[in-house]
């Protein structure tokens, strides 16, 4: 059993940063592939980034690649995702994942937190 908390959300302006943070409880956390995916309202959730549990392999939606890092700390149990130059298309509730396999798809996590909103004004 894992249990994830994301923090660090909140209100930026467009072109500001943020860095969100998720804590992880249990177990074996440098077992697990850790994935950040993202919901705006009315939408599906969406694939934000992922990293491997080893740290050594990451991966990005394009949307994001080049703005967000994806980090982690196994040390710690903690995984966090850097994002800068944000624009209002990112707003939306960001919810941290825990998973066997390193993917994009919400049903490759079997574990998530409770999401922490960002809302990026323009």
Not at 58 to 76: E, P
Request: proline share 2%; hydrophobic share 35%; aromatic share 10%.
């Amino acid at each position: 059993q894992v249990q994830l908390v994301e923090s660090g959300g909140g209100l930026v302006q467009a072109g500001g940063s943020l860095r969100l943070s998720c804590a992880a409880s249990g177990r074996s956390f440098s077992s697990f592939a850790m994935g950040w995916f993202r919901q705006a309202p009315g939408k599906e959730r969406d694939f934000v980034a992922a990293i491997s549990g080893s740290g050594v392999t990451t991966y990005y939606a394009d949307s994001v690649k080049g703005r967000f890092t994806i980090s982690r700390d196994n040390a710690k149990n903690t995984v966090n995702l850097q994002m800068n130059s944000l624009k209002p298309e990112d707003t939306a509730v960001y919810y941290c994942a825990a998973g066997v396999v390193l993917g994009s798809h919400t049903g490759e996590y079997r574990y998530w937190g409770q999401g922490t909103q960002v809302t990026v004004s323009s």
